[in-house]
T-cell receptor, first 116, second 116 residues
C-alpha cells in the first residue's frame, strides 16, 4: 500500500477483554516498530522487528503485551486482560532498511484503544 | 540514558510571525535528533533530522533546526507561520543503531496554534 495502515482505527474494550491490533507496513519494509502514546504524552517505544525476528521487546510494559510478525510483513500487537492504563494510541512504524542508520520511519495513523 | 525535554506544551503565534519550538536533549553519546509533526488523527511525519553532518538542518514546509552541542539544544524554527502549521510537534532522540533497531525517545510534544 501507499503507507502504513493500522486497524482498527478505534477500539473500545471492556476491562479484562483481549484485543488485537493490526499493522500493515509499507510493502518491502524490513524494520517495524510499535509505540504507545498515552494522552498528552509523546510516543514510547514498545518493540522492534527485523523481518520476522523480534529483536527488542524491552518496552513492552507487562507480560500481557505480545507482538508478532510471523511472515515478516503484517504485525499484530495483542493485549491480554486489558486494564484502564492500557488506554492509549498505539502507533506502528516501518522503515525500508536495517543496515543503514537514519532511514526514515513511516508512521501509521494509529489505533486508539479505550478500556472501559 | 537518553531523554528529550520540550519547553512549552502549548505555543501560540500569529500568522506570519516567527515560530520557535524548543527542544533540549540529554545523551551520553553524540545523539541523532529528529523533529516530527502530527496533524489531528494522523500519524507522525518526519520534518527533519540531524545526523552529525551540518549543524543547521533544513526540513520540509520551511522548517529548520540548529544543533547546538554546547547548549544541548535542537530548537525548531520557521521564519513565517502559516495557518497550516497548526499541529503537534515532537522532538526525538536516537542514540544507537543496533541491528536496525533505531528506536526513538520522544519528548512530550508542543501544540502549535496559529492566530489569524
Amino acid at each position: 500500500g501507499a503507507g502504513v495502515s493500522q486497524s482498527p482505527r478505534y477500539k473500545v474494550a471492556k476491562r479484562g477483554q483481549d484485543v488485537a491490533l493490526r499493522c500493515d507496513p509499507i510493502s518491502g519494509h524490513v524494520s517495524l516498530f510499535w509505540y504507545q502514546q498515552a494522552l498528552g504524552q509523546g510516543p514510547e517505544f514498545l518493540t522492534y522487528f527485523q523481518n520476522e525476528a523480534q529483536l527488542d521487546k524491552s518496552g513492552l510494559p507487562s507480560d500481557r503485551f505480545f507482538a508478532e510478525r510471523p511472515e515478516g510483513s503484517v504485525s499484530t500487537l495483542k493485549i491480554q486482560r486489558t486494564q484502564q492504563e492500557d488506554s492509549a494510541v498505539y502507533l506502528c512504524a516501518s522503515s525500508s532498511r536495517s543496515d543503514r542508520a537514519h532511514t526514515e520511519a513511516f508512521f501509521g495513523q494509529g489505533t486508539r484503544l479505550t478500556v472501559v | 540514558a537518553q531523554s528529550v525535554t520540550q519547553l512549552g506544551s502549548h505555543v501560540s503565534v500569529s500568522e506570519g510571525a516567527l515560530v520557535l519550538l524548543r527542544c533540549n536533549y540529554s545523551s551520553s553519546v553524540p545523539p541523532y535528533l529528529f523533529w516530527y509533526v502530527q496533524y489531528p488523527n494522523q500519524g507522525l511525519q518526519l520534518l527533519l533530522k540531524y545526523t552529525s553532518a551540518a549543524t543547521l538542518v533544513k526540513g520540509i514546509n520551511g522548517f529548520e533546526a540548529e544543533f547546538k552541542k554546547s547548549e544541548t539544544s535542537f530548537h525548531l524554527t520557521k521564519p513565517s507561520a502559516h495557518m497550516s502549521d497548526a499541529a503537534e510537534y515532537f522532538c526525538a532522540v536516537s542514540e544507537e543503531f543496533n541491528f536496525g533497531n533505531e528506536k526513538l525517545t520522544f519528548g512530550t510534544g508542543t501544540r502549535l496554534t496559529i492566530i489569524p
